[in-house]
């Protein structure tokens, strides 16, 4: 910690938490966690470079290898899982659980992806659910589409407003909206 004027931080492992100066009840556990910090405050980073270049960030949550890695001003976000949110620059209130889920993402907000690589090419879309490995991998800025099942909408790149319910269901869609599949 490079300790100015904050307080009530906890910082374990080589250089976590490095460049904190007025952002105050940070934990960062785990090899430069949280590293770049300097006011966000009440983060959770726990994992190698996990929460890495986040600066102003606020509320975050990140357990995992690199997990939230490239968030510098966005908050309120949940990032569990190796490399989950690991693109995630400014966009705020997203939630990412398993490995590699909303990956890509850089600015898209209120998404939640739980699952292996579950909206792992999404970038800039919002307001995407996807729940089951794969579902919705290969969207990258289709909003409001929900997702649910193993390999959900594997084709959907910009698709909106579709609801996809089950195994390998809305298997061919790439950018119809307003569907429903089950």
Same mark, same amino acid.
């Given at each position: 910690?490079?300790?100015?004027?904050?307080? %009530?931080?906890?910082?374990? $492992?080589?250089?976590?938490?490095?460049?904190?100066?007025? /952002?105050?009840?940070?934990? *960062? #556990?785990?090899?430069?966690?949280?590293?770049?910090? &300097?006011? /966000?405050?009440?983060?959770?980073?726990? %994992?190698?470079?996990?929460?890495?270049?986040?600066?102003? $960030?606020?509320?975050? &949550?990140?357990?995992?290898?690199?997990?939230?890695?490239?968030? &510098? &001003? *966005?908050?309120?976000?949940?990032? #569990?899982? $190796?490399?989950?949110?690991? *693109?995630?620059?400014? *966009?705020?209130?997203?939630? =990412?659980?398993?490995?590699?889920?909303?990956? !890509?993402?850089?600015?898209?907000?209120?998404?939640? =992806?739980? $699952?292996?690589?579950?909206?792992?090419?999404?970038?800039?879309?919002?307001?995407?659910?996807?729940?089951?490995?794969?579902? %919705?991998?290969?969207?990258?800025? /289709?909003?409001?589409?929900?997702?649910?099942?193993?390999?959900?909408?594997?084709?959907?790149?910009?698709?909106?407003?579709?609801?996809?319910?089950?195994?390998?269901?809305?298997? !061919?869609?790439?950018? %119809?909206?307003?569907?429903?599949?089950?």
């Amino acid at each position: 910690l490079n300790n100015d004027t904050s307080s %009530g931080n906890v910082a374990i $492992g080589w250089r976590s938490g490095y460049t904190t100066t007025t /952002g105050g009840s940070n934990v *960062a #556990v785990g090899d430069r966690a949280l590293y770049l910090n &300097t006011s /966000g405050n009440t983060n959770v980073a726990t %994992g190698f470079m996990s929460l890495y270049n986040n600066t102003t $960030g606020s509320e975050n &949550t990140s357990i995992g290898r690199s997990s939230l890695y490239n968030n &510098t &001003t *966005a908050s309120q976000n949940t990032a #569990v899982g $190796g490399y989950a949110l690991n *693109a995630n620059t400014t *966009a705020s209130q997203n939630t =990412a659980v398993g490995y590699e889920s909303l990956k !890509e993402n850089t600015t898209g907000q209120r998404n939640t =992806a739980v $699952g292996w690589n579950a909206l792992l090419k999404n970038t800039t879309s919002q307001g995407n659910t996807a729940v089951g490995a794969y579902a %919705g991998d290969s969207n990258t800025t /289709g909003a409001s589409n929900t997702f649910i099942g193993y390999d959900t909408a594997p084709a959907n790149t910009t698709g909106a407003n579709n609801t996809s319910l089950g195994a390998g269901s809305l298997h !061919e869609n790439t950018s %119809g909206y307003d569907n429903t599949a089950i």
